[in-house]
């Protein structure tokens, strides 16, 4: 089992930046894939970013290269979202994801956080 706690959302204006932080614990402790999901009031989940054990690899939806940036630390088991020149299109509740592998969690993660809110005020 892994447990994954999303922190950081909040309200921004346009253009501004925040960073989310995702917690994991559990058995896996730095060996899973984790990744970056977001859904908006009436749309399906949405794929965003993700990252593999390593953090050598990285995978990010369209919409947001180049303006966010997912990273982890493995001695924290803490996997982050840096998220730059926001729009308000980013406005969604943000989930946090584990896999085995980062094909995995762009797909079927296995383990889901609660997830925290972004609003990006126009």
């Known amino acids: 089992q892994v447990q994954l706690v999303e922190s950081g959302g909040g309200l921004v204006q346009a253009g501004g930046s925040l960073r989310l932080s995702c917690a994991a614990s559990?058995?896996?402790?730095?060996?899973?894939?984790l990744g970056w999901f977001r859904q908006s009031q009436g749309k399906e989940r949405e794929f965003v970013a993700a990252?593999?054990?390593?953090?050598?690899?990285?995978y990010y939806a369209d919409s947001v290269k180049g303006r966010f940036t997912i990273s982890r630390d493995n001695a924290k088991n803490t996997v982050y979202l840096q998220m730059n020149s926001l729009k308000p299109e980013d406005t969604a509740v943000y989930y946090c994801?584990?896999?085995?592998?980062?094909?995995?969690?762009?797909?079927?993660?296995?383990?889901w956080g609660q997830g925290t809110q972004v609003t990006v005020s126009s």
């Open positions: 994801a584990a896999g085995r592998n980062t094909m995995v969690v762009r797909t079927t993660p296995g383990y």
């Open positions: 990252i593999d054990w390593s953090g050598s690899i990285t």
């Open positions: 559990g058995r896996t402790g730095s060996t899973y894939a």
